[in-house]
């Protein structure tokens, strides 16, 4: 039998409302409860947000170019740390050779963590563009930033600060060899940034590696996905690509509706693996083909019953659990709560 035959019938015979919201790859797995639970019209919506960390010239700008642009259907944001440098002082000018730009106090995180902030409350916000030359904060205009579906912040210590951190929903560190860093780093400093080579190669003996070592790879154990290689490693970059995909359509559903769980899947093999409950409407897989149904509670008894019928045997636990919550349950909202409780 068809999934499509299958859904018809279950659609004709309990006349459930189909959205049309296909969710192709969504995984058994538990993902975020919102805390409140505004109407779907007018909740909030938020951000999904994307650290990418790893040492200076690993690669971290070309990953995230390479996200952006397979991602081209949705809007997204490149926020880089670079642009929270502190200004020098006249002092600190005078004597750039010695300051250290890869130790976490060079970077004013408190406004870095004030413009996310901005962002996930829907206000633009202005970024500003440090200059390499002048190792200046303001020396050119400030870039203006969109609220957007999704956020890359990347930073060779984005990881570093734990607020900035829990912001994250993905974290991603670009793993690239030492040698490889340190000759693109020669490359970038002398060609693009005009520097000395023995000021670059002094720079980074005196800083760079001993705070790669110290404060940067420290917060690789804090990343979800490593890549080797950074963007010559194509088949990392598309199978993030995918996962951003899969974990933007849950989280766009986890926006919508604000008590929405996918609870672990237990029952392997099963044709029906994922139950989700929104307020009264529920979500399932079916056939392979993740679906939203939504229905109100009192057709949710027959779609079960349905569904009994058509795997037999199969669906016995999901829908007993299914019929005993249901009956159970009066107020609809509780439905997914005592699921998972
Ligand atoms: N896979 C690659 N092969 C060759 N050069 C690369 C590769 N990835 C990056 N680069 C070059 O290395 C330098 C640093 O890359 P970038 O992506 O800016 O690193 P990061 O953002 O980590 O500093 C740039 O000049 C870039 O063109
Ligand atoms: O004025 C500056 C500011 C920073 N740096 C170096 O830049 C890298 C970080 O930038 P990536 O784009 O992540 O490579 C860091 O190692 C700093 O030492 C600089 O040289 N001068």
């Known amino acids: 039998m068809g999934s499509n035959s299958v859904e018809d019938m279950i659609e004709a015979s309990s006349g459930v409302h189909f959205s049309g919201f296909h969710m192709d790859g969504l995984e058994s797995k538990i993902i975020e409860k919102p805390t409140t639970s505004p109407g779907a019209e007018n909740v909030h919506k938020q951000p999904f947000i994307i650290g990418v960390a790893g040492g200076a010239a690993s690669g971290k700008t070309t990953v995230c170019d390479m ?7 949705q809007r997204v944001v490149l926020v880089n740390q670079d642009s929270f440098y502190h200004n020098l002082t006249e002092e600190e000018l005078a004597r750039v050779h010695e300051y250290n730009f890869d ?17 996930r409350h829907d206000r633009a916000v202005d970024i500003p563009n440090y200059d390499f030359k002048s190792y200046k904060s303001n020396a050119f205009p400030a870039r ?41 780093r020669i ?24 705070a790669f070592d110290d404060f940067i790879l420290p917060t690789k154990k804090y990343a979800d996905i490593i890549i080797p290689r950074g ?15 899969t974990k933007l359509g849950q989280h766009d559903l986890c926006k919508i509706y604000s008590n929405l769980y996918v609870i672990q899947s237990t029952f392997q093999g099963l044709y029906i693996q994922v139950w989700i409950s929104v307020r009264g409407y ?28 058509l795997f037999t045997g199969k ?4 829908s007993s659990l299914f019929m005993k919550n249901y009956r159970k349950t009066s107020q609809r909202g509780m439905y997914c709560y005592w699921i998972l409780s």
């Open 282 to 309: 529920v979500v399932f897989r079916l056939l392979g083909v993740v679906r939203v149904w939504r229905m109100r509670c009192e057709h949710a008894a027959k779609v079960s019953r349905l569904a009994k019928f």
């Open 315 to 318: 669906v016995t636990m999901v």
């Open 187 to 210: 490359r970038r400093d002398t060609v693009d940034k005009g520097r000395d080579i023995g000021a670059v190669l002094d720079q980074y003996s005196k800083f760079v590696k001993p």
């Open 231 to 245: 963007g010559d490693n194509h088949v990392a970059i598309d199978l993030i690509v995918q996962h951003i995909r």
């Open 144 to 184: 203006r930033v969109n609220p957007s579906d999704v956020i890359i912040l990347e930073g060779i210590l984005i990881f570093h600060d734990p607020r900035v951190r829990e912001l994250m929903n993905m974290k991603i560190f670009v793993d690239t060899d030492a040698d490889v860093r340190l000759a693109r």
């Open 103 to 119: 130790h976490p106090d060079a970077f004013d995180t408190e406004k870095l963590l004030d413009s996310i902030e901005n962002l």
């Open 67 to 73: 996200i952006i642009q397979q991602l081209h259907d």
